[in-house]
Structures are given as C-alpha cells and as structure tokens.
C-alpha cells in the first residue's frame, strides 16, 4: 500500500481523470456524429438513386411496348451526362408470366464508357427494389424499379441501375477526418486546461508539504502556514496552524515535565537508597522471625513426638503393673505358706496333707509369677523396642510384621478398652532394612488419628494395615479405615501444620504434618491421600527399602 501510495499523485490523479472524462465525452460525441453524418449520406445516396430509378422506369415505359431496342438505348444515352451513373439495364417482361424472375429478359443497356455489360442480375431485381444496396467494397451502389404500363398498370419490365458510391466513400472518410481532428484539437486543449487547473490546485499543496517538512527538520513549531487563495487548502492550512500551536504547546510542557522529572529522580534516588535500607534490615529482621520460626517448629514437633512417647510410657506403664501386681500377691501367698510350713516342720507337727496342699499351693502361684512376669518381659521388651525406634534414626534390618505387631502391642493399653478390629496383611517373613523409627512413629500417629477423628461415631470400626514388596528396593504400605472420612476443605491442607477439627480439644494439628515430614524427609518417599466423607480415609505410602528378602 505504500508503494502503490508513492507512484500516485494528486497531479496525475487529477490529469487522468479530467482528460479521461474529457476523452470519454468527445469521443462519445465524435462517435455519434460520425455515425449521424454516414446515416444522412446513405440516406440522401439511397434516395437518389431511387429517385434515378423511377425517372428512367417513366422514360422508358412507352418505348418499352412497341419500340426496338435501339430506340430504348438512345434514349438511355442521355445519362452520360450523369456522372455517377454506370450501368443500366432495361429487363422486358415476357407476355406469359410478368411476376417470376425466370419471365424477365434483358432488353435494353446503357454502359458508361469504360464500364463492362453487368450479366446476372434478374434474380436481385425484387431485392433491390426494396432497398438499394451498396457493393462489398463500397465503391458501387446498385437499385432496380418495375417499370408500370401508365394505361393500365401492367409490369412490363424491370430497370436496373448501378452507381458509383465513391463520392459517398470519400465524404465518409472526410467525415472521419474532420472529427478525429477536432476530437485531437479538443483533447490538447483539455490536457492543456487540465493542466493549467491541476497547477493552481497543486501549487498550494507543494507549498504547504515544503513548509511542513521545513517545520519538521527545523523543529520550528513556531512557524505558521501562508493563507491560501483556495477554501479547502485555507481550511487545511489553519489546521495545520491549529495542529503546530498545540505541538508547541505540547513541547513547552514537556520541558518543564522533564524539568521536573529530573528534580523528582534526584530525590527518588535518595529516597529508594534510605527504602532499600530499611528493606535490608527488614529481610534481616525476616529472616531471623522464620528462623525462630522454624526453630519452634521443630520444638512443637519434637515435643508431639515426646508427648506420644509419654502416653505409651503411661499405658505401658499401667498396663505392666497389672502382671507384676498379680506376681507380688502370688509371692507374698507363697512366703505366708512358706512360714506356716516351716512353724509346723519347727513344731513336729507338720503332716504330710499340709505338706501336699503346700506344694501344690506353691506350684500355682510359681505358675501364677511365671507368666505374669513373663507378660511384664514382653511388655517391656516390646516397649523398649518400640522407644528406642521413635527415638533413633539408623537403619536396622527387621520383620516388618513383627514391627506392626509391636507397635499394636505398644498401643495395647488405648485400644484393649475398645471394639475396634485392626487387621493386618503382611508377609510375616518380609525382612528389610531401613529406619523404624519414622514407621513407627507413621502407624502410632495414623492408627491414633483413626481412633480421635475417623472412629469419633464409630462403635466399632475396621483399620487394614497391608505391606508389600512393589519392587525388589520399594515397599508399599497401604492404611485405610472406615471412619467417617475427610472433608474436602480439610483434606487438601491435611499435611499443612496446625490443621485440626479438633481446635479447643486438645488437638495441635501437627500429627499429619509429622507423618508427612517422616515419610518424606525420613524415609525419603511419598505419601498420597483418598477419602470421601462417610467413605473413610486411605493413605498409600511409597519408599525405598534396602536387602528386602522373604523366605
């Protein structure tokens, strides 16, 4: 488009539609007249010709009937005096039928001299009667007439005449002439008047582009436009005047924005130094706040950790003081017996009866200390163990069925008191090495989770605890309730810190979140979450594992 923009001009456009309309009108008006003028020739020729006609057709009708032929043809010899006429032929009509062309023979001829007899026209007589009709190369025009008997109106023959045309030939070539002359002399002078309007209309224009591209080199918005004799440029011209007084004004307001702009970045850079400053100490004030922060993060953690520690350690205890309460009363019965044998034997008077009943009484309350304190070893050892996982992050191998079945056992004490069934599925001779102590810590805080929260209006409930192998170094372990579930709200922030439904109750919010730092940070896996509300909760967690073997 910028292209095609440059390559036309106001000149040009204005040149070319001037004289394309002035050509458009002259040669429509050329064209007409041309064609006026031929039409009135043929005319005027043709009705000549008919004219001729029917004046020698009147000449010869009474010679026709009882003259010779001779006589005819001197009579015709009076057209020699007529330039144009060529050649005519004067046809009789034979007496049997006067109306066919096969019933007509020539009679009679008159040939100019140097004109040649024209044979063969009989059959265009009718023909040309109607319209005289000029030859192909327009040089001849040809006519015919019935030549009437005055008495009684009979044909009684045909006259046939032929013409030079030239004279019509060379009036329509003058025609021509005439007007592509005066079509040329009208086409200079309209270029030359176009021309001459295009300059006055034009000249303004340049002058007007010339003091604009000076403005704009010189950067003079100062300098106004020159009137003009024409309304339209005038008009252009006091808008450009409008335009530059506002540019100007626009330039005088811009230096004192920039004036200002200047003065405003000398103090704003002051004022950004003293802000970055402030920043600085901000950030550092910041960072140490998150810092603290995450100290008492790692507090809170640990002290969630301890406080799980100190319920088992209650229950735990609670729970062993029952066997070895039981072995104390058994061994205080047995040292009451043992005195009464001994006072008996000391006397003489122990029977063997006493002495039976006496061993027996003591065999059952050696049973009796056996297994509870049996029972209290176990508990112990089981809660040793379990206490030495939570607190210790090594690797150990171990049975990971025997793992849960101590950390059941551990739990004990909170569970024994209600009817919830845990079922576990694993391969009891599954032995891996990795860190107990995050399981732990994971299956306390999530069996515990399922007891408070997913088992709130649960009387009994159902906990599946399954492990197994995916690969040859990852273990997966599948927990699922059927507790009350999750809603929506909760279980997308559900590893987020200090996100509980228990606010006020003694819930902290921390024991997802530390179930979700041990899996991911102590046992380098992942952990996803599934549940609905009233379709309970499933966690499925993945990490690596190392010599797992089964047998």
């Excluded at 992942?526 to 047998?551: C, H, L, R, W």
């Amino acid at each position: 488009m910028a292209e095609r923009a440059i390559k036309l001009s106001i000149q040009s456009l204005f040149l070319w539609v001037v004289m394309s309309i002035a050509t458009i009108a002259l040669v429509s008006t050329s064209s007409l007249s041309i064609y006026s003028q031929i039409t009135t020739s043929r005319h005027e020729i043709n009705s000549n010709a008919n004219l001729l006609t029917r004046m020698i057709a009147s000449v010869v009708s009474e010679p026709l009937k009882d003259s010779p032929p001779s006589f005819v043809e001197d009579r015709l010899q009076d057209l020699a005096s007529a330039e144009q006429v060529l050649n005519v032929h004067i046809y009789k009509s034979l007496p049997d039928d006067s109306d066919t062309f096969s019933s007509v023979e020539r009679f009679a001829s008159y040939n100019k001299d140097g004109q040649l007899l024209i044979p063969g026209k009989q059959k265009q007589l009718v023909t040309l009667e109607q319209t005289p009709m000029l030859t192909e190369d327009n040089e001849f025009l040809e006519s015919s007439q019935k030549i009437y008997d005055q008495e009684t109106n009979q044909v009684l023959g045909w006259v046939y005449l032929r013409m030079s045309a030239e004279g019509f030939s060379h009036k329509i070539v003058k025609t021509i002439l005439v007007n592509l002359g005066a079509l040329l002399v009208l086409l200079i002078f309209s270029l030359v008047l176009a021309m001459r309007f295009q300059r006055k209309i034009t000249a303004p224009i340049e002058k007007l582009s010339f003091f604009l591209q000076r403005t704009s080199r010189q950067r003079d918005y100062s300098a106004r436009a020159e009137p003009s004799n024409l309304k339209e440029i005038n008009v252009l011209s006091d808008d450009v005047n409008i335009m530059l007084s506002r540019i100007q004004e626009y330039m005088h307001k811009q230096r004192q924005a920039e004036d200002q702009h200047r003065k405003l970045n000398a103090s704003l850079e002051e004022m950004v130094s003293q802000r970055t400053n402030a920043l600085k100490d901000a950030n550092q004030e910041l960072i140490q706040t998150l810092e603290k922060l995450h100290e008492f993060q790692r507090q809170i953690v640990q002290n969630e950790k301890m406080a799980s520690l100190g319920d088992m350690v209650a229950g735990v205890a609670h729970e062993v003081n029952t066997p070895i309460g039981l072995g104390v009363t058994a061994s205080t019965m047995m040292l009451d017996r043992l005195a009464v044998i001994k006072r008996d034997f000391e006397n003489k008077t122990l029977k063997a009866s006493a002495m039976q009943r006496f061993m027996d009484e003591s065999h059952e309350n050696l049973n009796i200390i056996y297994r509870n304190l049996n029972r209290a070893a176990e508990l112990i050892s089981s809660f040793k163990q379990v206490a030495v996982d939570q607190s210790s992050e090594s690797s150990r191998s171990f049975c990971f069925a025997q793992l849960v079945n101590e950390i059941l056992l551990s739990l004990q004490p909170r569970l024994k008191k209600l009817q919830h069934n845990i079922n576990v599925e694993c391969d009891p001779t599954l032995c891996v090495e990795t860190k107990a102590g995050p399981i732990n810590q994971i299956l306390i805080n999530l069996i515990m989770n399922s007891v408070i929260h997913g088992f709130e209006d649960v009387e009994k409930g159902q906990i599946d605890i399954c492990a197994e192998l995916i690969t040859a170094n990852k273990l997966k372990l599948v927990y699922r309730d059927n507790g009350i579930g999750i809603p929506s709200d909760i279980r997308k922030r559900i590893f987020d810190p200090f996100v509980t439904t228990k606010r006020g109750q003694g819930g902290s919010g921390l024991g997802m979140h530390l179930v979700y730092n041990l899996v991911t940070q102590g046992l380098n896996g992942s952990i996803t979450i599934t549940s609905e509300v009233g379709s309970g909760v499933e966690f499925v967690i993945v990490f690596p594992v190392s010599n797992a073997k089964t047998s």
